[in-house]
């Protein structure tokens, strides 16, 4: 049974608690949030304490794991402070604001002997997963050109963090690393990163990134990425290999959509697409978490692979700013 | 129905498989006559003036010398110089296939023979005719999407083959083939010309010693920022033979064009295959038609030798930059 706190106490930090509510082999024991109110209105949910300060948790809780699912520039601090207390740590992508960060991150969970384990959750969406297996088995021969898109209307998180660029990293950096690491996933090292953005364009909640990447095989992929999209969500990906071609568009893998008619004052009805799986992939990969250190088995994402997502990331962002394809050594 | 406002056309080679497409364009349009075509191939002329119920002419030379009014040039990349040079020579109006040509040192000759001649000369840019694209351009013109901020486009495409992977005819292979079309939608989009260019290039879907695969990016004169994906990437069971996507982000909203998108899906057992049967407008038609009306006008041609110049230079540009890993600046 592993004892999880879970720090932050917002969207991700919500979903992270439910999953490990409801997982057999885990126990939530704490939530800890800046806002003590946010943090004691999900603990009471599941009957956990509550903490606003986390040195107070680490000192009073018995605890195996610490899952980080606060603003990405404060991760770096909660990883410090659960590695010192010796606990180990799961925590939400971009493993942290900045790769000298990340290196640090890296450092200390090593030198402190526990598990550092980056929530690149893409690699749990069965859909990304099923590309990726249909890759690597060769199904569209040796892949060559790859373009992946990731939309969405501007996020909103509490007191709208997301809109400070300095403390998210933009879309180039908080939204499409989750295609990064997909991407380094199905085709290993990448070697050149061009970018342009509008990461210092100061466009008051509007940002977009269109990324080339290089990989070291050749492989040359374009990450679209768009905080700009009015009708919210749609993740695209198509590889081109040299025996063929896979595509996908969420809009296009919806098996439930549910139209219903306007009601009393509302002026349109209400259209709900669904693309339902039994399990979600925050339950799977967290599941996966906690059974590797029930077992002792290594993640199949490792510390590194979250770091190397924020070299990427962070080359992006000084591509956009310097016009420069930046190398990757 | 012959008059003095009907445009008489030639083409000039078949090379171009665009040729088929515009020969059957000025079948249809009823302010043109489709005299007859030549070519250097002169078995090829044969069949094709029997196929379209025209006449071969012997020689580029004899069909010039006749009294047609214009030619249309669809001969390989390589070659348009030589023949743009022979139209202006026989003061015969030119449409040109794109791209203009292979090198910027033949874009800019084609111009500049064209501007010391009194010929019209238009750029073969079918798209900018499409509905969708001129609906598009409506709407960035109406201000609805507030100031463009960046564009992403595809002209993905399976690989034409033949003298298109020859690099010393067509001038490279997929990039040079591909890249122009969104690079002229762009400008006229933006209403900027394209400032520097970066891409990665590569032949690693063919292993030939053509490219095969871009990725393109460009930033325009008034910062606006834009990538275009020019590769030969679909692969031969693709339902179509490519694609013209637009994607244009405003402050205020966001516009997406498919442009071949008003399609059937077609799932056939007679070929083994699911195709694409598009249904929408023929953007050919409307091209033919308005280099048509500004000879039979005295009009100034939509599209010019410059446009052709300007989206050539992007694709030349991405040459370089690939090779040198470098961003290449265009104004200077
Ligand atoms: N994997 C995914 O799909 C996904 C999706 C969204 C966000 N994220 C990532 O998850 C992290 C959290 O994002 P979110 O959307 O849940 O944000 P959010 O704003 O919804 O939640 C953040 C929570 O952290 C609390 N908080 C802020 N600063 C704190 C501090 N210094 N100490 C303790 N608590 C603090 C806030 O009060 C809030 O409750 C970010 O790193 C983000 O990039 C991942």
């Known amino acids: 049974m592993q004892r999880v706190a879970v720090i932050g106490a917002g969207t991700m930090g919500r979903t992270h608690a439910e999953a490990y509510a409801r997982m057999p082999n885990a126990e939530l024991v704490a939530i800890c949030d800046s806002r003590l109110g946010a943090a004691q209105q999900l603990a009471d949910k599941y009957s956990a304490r509550a903490f606003a300060d986390i040195n107070l948790l680490l000192s009073d809780v018995d605890l195996d794991l610490v899952d980080i699912c606060t603003p990405t520039h404060t991760h770096i601090d909660y990883i410090k402070a659960a590695a010192a207390a010796r606990k180990h740590i799961c925590c939400e992508k971009p493993l942290t604001r900045t790769t000298g960060q990340a290196m640090e991150a890296v450092r200390i969970c090593q030198e402190a002997g526990v598990m550092l384990f980056p929530a690149q959750v893409l690699r749990w969406f069965p859909e990304f997963r099923k590309m990726h297996d249909l890759i690597v088995s060769g199904a569209i021969g040796t892949p060559v050109v790859v373009r992946t898109s990731r939309c969405s209307a501007y996020p909103r998180g509490t007191d709208d963090w997301f809109a400070d660029m300095k403390n998210s990293g933009g879309v180039a950096l908080d939204m499409i690393i989750h295609d990064y690491d997909w991407l380094r996933w199905c085709f290993g090292k990448v070697k050149r990163v061009y970018a342009r953005g509008l990461y210092e364009s100061n466009i008051p909640l509007t940002d977009y990134a269109l990324v080339t990447l290089r990989f070291e095989n050749g492989v040359i992929a374009h990450v679209e990425g768009n905080w700009a999209r009015p009708s919210g969500f749609v993740a695209t990906v198509e590889v081109a290999g040299t025996e063929g071609l896979l595509s996908y568009s969420s809009t296009e893998s919806v098996p439930l959509t549910v139209e219903l008619k306007a009601k009393g004052e509302q002026k349109a009805g209400v259209t709900v697409p669904e693309s339902p799986v039994s399990k979600s992939p925050y339950y799977l990969e967290l599941e996966h978490l906690v059974n590797c250190l029930e077992t002792g088995c290594k993640p199949e994402v490792s510390a590194e692979d979250g770091l190397e997502a924020v070299r990427i990331g962070e080359a992006a962002l000084k591509s956009i700013s310097t016009g420069q394809p930046i190398a990757l050594a | 129905m012959a008059g003095a406002n009907v445009v008489r056309i030639g083409i000039m080679s078949f090379a171009h498989m665009h040729a088929h497409g515009y020969a059957s364009c000025l079948q249809k349009l009823p302010n043109v006559e489709f005299v007859g075509i030549a070519d250097d191939d002169r078995s090829r002329a044969e069949q094709m003036a029997n196929h379209y119920g025209v006449r071969a002419f012997d020689s580029y030379e004899q069909m010039l010398a006749s009294d047609i009014d ?66 598009l351009r409506e709407t960035v013109d109406s201000g609805d999407l507030g100031k463009i901020l960046a564009m992403k486009g595809t002209n993905q495409g399976q690989c034409p083959g033949g003298w298109f992977t020859d690099t010393k005819l067509a001038g490279g292979g997929a990039v040079i083939d591909h890249t122009v079309h969104l690079a002229d939608l762009m400008r006229v989009l933006t209403k900027a010309e394209p400032a520097r260019v970066y891409a990665e290039i590569d032949n690693h879907i063919f292993r030939g010693d053509f490219d095969d695969t871009g990725i393109i990016t460009v ?21 179509f033979w490519g694609n013209v996507n637009l994607e244009v982000i405003g402050t205020e909203g966001v516009a997406r064009m498919e442009m071949f998108a008003q399609k059937i899906d077609l799932y056939s057992d007679k070929t083994g295959r699911h195709t694409y049967e598009y249904w929408g407008d023929d953007v050919n038609l409307a091209l033919i038609d308005s280099f048509a009306r500004s000879i039979a006008q005295d009009s100034p041609v939509e599209i010019t030798g410059e446009d052709g110049l300007r989206a050539l230079e992007v694709a030349l540009a991405a040459y370089e930059s690939s090779k040198l890993h470098e961003p290449i600046d265009l104004l200077n």
């Not at chain 2, 040109?96 to 073969?124: G, H, N, Y």
């Open chain 2, 70 to 135: 214009a030619v249309i040039v669809t001969s390989e990349n390589a070659n348009h110089r030589r023949h743009v040079a022979m139209a202006a020579q026989s003061e015969k109006h030119v449409l040109c296939e794109k791209p203009l040509a292979t090198t910027k040192k033949d874009a800019e000759a084609i111009v500049e023979v064209v501007r010391r001649s009194k010929i019209k000369f238009m750029m073969a840019f079918p798209c900018r005719f499409h509905p969708a694209f001129k609906r």
């Open chain 2, 219 to 239: 930033e325009f004169t008034n910062k606006v920022f834009a990538t275009i994906d020019s590769s030969w990437s679909r692969p031969k069971t693709y339902p």
